[in-house]
């Protein structure tokens, strides 16, 4: 495994925070495995629970389950992205 990065994933509208993820390289968020997330602030409907944009779609990627982000609907800071 390649170096990881913890990063806040954010709703690209409110910036209400949505996941605390343990990302694999840089570049672009485009998924989030479910077993990398670390701390999960949603009701686990894949929604921003303060605004009610939806921002991810549940995908299997590689064989694991994973939260396929729907472009330009989240906003990442963190260590890289
Ligand atoms: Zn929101």
Same mark, same amino acid.
């Given at each position: 495994?390649? &170096?990881?990065?913890?990063?806040?994933? #954010?709703?690209?509208?409110? #910036?209400?925070?949505?996941?605390?993820? &343990? &990302?694999?390289? =840089?570049?672009?968020?485009?998924?989030?495995?479910?077993?990398?997330?670390?701390?999960?602030?949603?009701?686990?409907?894949?929604?921003?629970?303060?605004?009610?944009?939806?921002?991810?779609?549940?995908?299997?990627?590689?064989? #694991?389950?994973?939260?396929?982000?729907? #472009?330009?609907?989240?906003?990442?800071?963190?260590?890289? =992205?």
């Amino acid at each position: 495994m390649g &170096k990881t990065y913890t990063i806040a994933v #954010r709703c690209a509208k409110c #910036r209400n925070l949505l996941y605390r993820y &343990k &990302k694999e390289g =840089g570049g672009m968020l485009i998924k989030c495995y479910a077993d990398m997330i670390t701390a999960d602030y949603t009701n686990g409907d894949l929604k921003c629970p303060k605004c009610g944009q939806e921002f991810a779609r549940h995908a299997i990627i590689h064989n #694991r389950p994973a939260h396929k982000i729907i #472009r330009g609907k989240v906003f990442v800071r963190g260590h890289h =992205g």
